[in-house]
């Protein structure tokens, strides 16, 4: 039997930071991969997006509903102690026009890099390619049954993750293990997922974008929601963090609706009757350039309603007039389905955050169990937020522990 003070299970982004912050304790990492940070070096597109560069009170708008749980996590280790940290162990970092923080050599492997040789610093032992078989609760710890042998430790950390792109080593393993030691789970689903459109139209302009737009969300006749940000389009539907963001809220068959201009439906009616009385000689195609909306896609809304590009806007009718505030304000995608695991970067849903001490990570039914990162019924916008969220929670479970070793 191999003994630790803390065994934490998952070595990802939360796993690693906690190990990294538990001081002096012996602490051993159990990772089912053969290599520590598989989705860490998927992040950002392999550049990681690693935290967002804005006021700490700004990120509680970015978890959805339960965000007040991250609110010891985030205050006791913030965006800015992250960037220090990592300026610290000589990982410059970088700020883009969104916000977004990168490392400046635009590598997750650098950041990963990092978090190894820390942990390697502090002698924390990442025991790779473990198969958990069996974890029990004894009157003084816990008893983790891997396929190379039996480990003991006074102190369990559950860092799994959710079950988005489970390639990586994600599978949802972190539920079953809540689950056998007495946790309640919150379904998990899918969120920052790309959405796929019924009879989908633009699939010709696959990889344009447009930025900082509204969407409605429409589920019968009734709005529900709304969102802003940029949109992009794919072969089968929208992504971009407009749609990404506010895809936990998308159900299938619901409608998005798209205003492309920024105008209120009337405002650009008026726009438009006025057009007509001042400009009519002007192509409709012309007088839309202003709203500087991608020529392709241009083309295609007005292809939507066979309006010809050349159109004078004086030769438009009232009947055409109303399709084109239809469009350019409130453009319907039906949606047919929201990507699933496999193309959505994080899970909404998890380990039930009202059984877990949000001052410390620990969990309120078993003592000595604790619970960091994306397995929690935690998730968080794109931006930079969620690693954030999986560092800080790590961070303050790290120190928490470090304490009792003192
Ligand atoms: C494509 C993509 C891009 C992303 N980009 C960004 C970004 O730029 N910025 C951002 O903030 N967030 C991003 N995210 C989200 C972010 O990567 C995750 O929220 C974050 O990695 C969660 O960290 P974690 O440590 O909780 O879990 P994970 O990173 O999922 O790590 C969990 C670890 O536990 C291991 N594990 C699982 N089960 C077991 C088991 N039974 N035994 C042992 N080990 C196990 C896994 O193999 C894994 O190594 C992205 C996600 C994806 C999929």
Known sequence: MRTADVIIIGAGPAGLFTAIHCKSLKVIVLEKNAAAGNKLLISGTGRCNLTHDCILSDFFDHYGANH????????????????????GHGLETVVDKNGKVFPASQKASDVLQVLINVCNQNKVEIASSQHIEEILKTETGFEVKTSSGIFYSRFLVITTG????????????????????????VPPKPSLSPVFIREY????????????????????????????????????????????DFSRHILSGDILKVNFIDLKADDFRNELIKASEKEGRTAIQTYLKKFDLPRSLLFLILKSINIEPETRIAEITKIQRNQLVSVFCEFPFTVEKVGGFNMAMVTAGGVNLDEVNFKTMESKLVPGLYFAGEVLDIDGDTGGYNLQAAFSMGYLVGKGLGRMGD
């Open 162 to 185: 959710g079950m988005s792109y489970p390639a990586t080593g994600s599978t949802g393993d972190g539920y079953h293990f809540a689950k056998l030691l007495g946790h309640s789970i």
């Open 201 to 244: 139209t633009m699939a010709s302009i696959s990889g344009v974008s447009v930025q900082n737009k509204a969407v409605y969300l429409y589920r019968g006749d009734k709005k529900i929601s709304e969102h802003r940000g940029d949109i992009g389009f794919t072969h089968k539907g929208l992504s971009g963090p407009g749609i990404l």
């Open 68 to 87: 007040r749980f991250l609110k010891t996590a985030l205050h006791g280790f913030t965006n800015f102690d992250l960037i220090r940290f990592f300026n």
